[in-house]
């Protein structure tokens, strides 16, 4: 069965770049035509932020997209979320997922303070 | 952009007994392939989410026979016959026909 991790800073400054990696072990990356970042504010709802395929093809979420860049590297097996010009409202525990049917990461909380 | 609303939002229920939630969407999510993309998904606490219910109406692996949905077009219900202890989380649909648009969520807890 494949496990998701997502890993990255836990705190990110007002105005950075939010920067997560999702590994993915238990299987190849290959074994999803697309994998998916989610996010959740704290004790808030899911928003979903946008998806890649493992060739690198992407869609992304309309109201994340002029910020959002997502990559692949197959080569070792994980995926990769940026979240740039991140203020309080981007503070939320992101998820990484063989989205819609697939596994879920544990989810990684990401704090976006000075 | 399709709007999904959810209700209730909180939805007590004494254990045995059966439980509703409705969840409605802006637009049709019926695909000219005959599927709804309607998902439903229970967060438990503490837990990532899972998936429960795909395609309006189609239980996930694993997912108790207690747990059923249906409806068509934009009106979607999830209904669990005999709820237990361990159904406490939040319920959230979501349409997959448009980009992923999750609904609010509805608390279930345990009168």
């Known amino acids: 069965q494949v496990q998701l991790q997502e890993s990255g800073p836990g705190l990110v400054r007002p105005s950075g770049t939010l920067s997560l990696t999702c590994g993915v072990s238990g299987g190849s990356i290959s074994i999803s035509d697309w994998w998916s970042w989610v996010r959740q504010p704290p004790g808030k709802g899911l928003e979903w932020i946008g998806e890649i395929s493992q060739s690198g093809s992407t869609n992304y979420n309309p109201s994340l997209k002029s910020r959002v860049h997502m990559s692949v590297d197959r080569s070792k097996n994980q995926f990769s979320l940026e979240l740039y010009s991140v203020t309080a409202a981007d503070t939320a525990i992101y998820y990484c997922?063989?989205?819609?049917?697939?596994?879920w990461g544990r989810g990684t909380l990401v704090t976006v303070s000075s | 952009d399709i709007v999904m609303t959810q209700s209730p939002l909180s939805l007590p229920v004494t254990p045995g007994e059966p439980a509703s939630i409705s969840c409605r969407s802006s637009?049709?999510?019926?695909?000219?392939?005959?599927?709804?993309?309607l998902h439903w998904y229970l967060q438990k606490p503490g837990q990532s989410p899972h998936l429960l219910i795909y395609f309006g109406s189609n239980r996930a692996s694993g997912v108790p026979d207690r747990f059923s949905g249906s409806g068509s077009g934009t009106d979607f219900t999830l209904k669990i016959s005999r709820v237990e202890a361990e159904d406490v989380g939040v319920y959230y649909c979501m349409e997959a026909l448009q980009t992923y648009t999750f609904g609010q969520g509805t608390k279930l807890e345990i009168k």
């Open positions: 637009q049709s999510l019926l695909h000219r392939n005959g599927y709804n993309y």
């Open positions: 997922a063989s989205f819609p049917f697939g596994e």
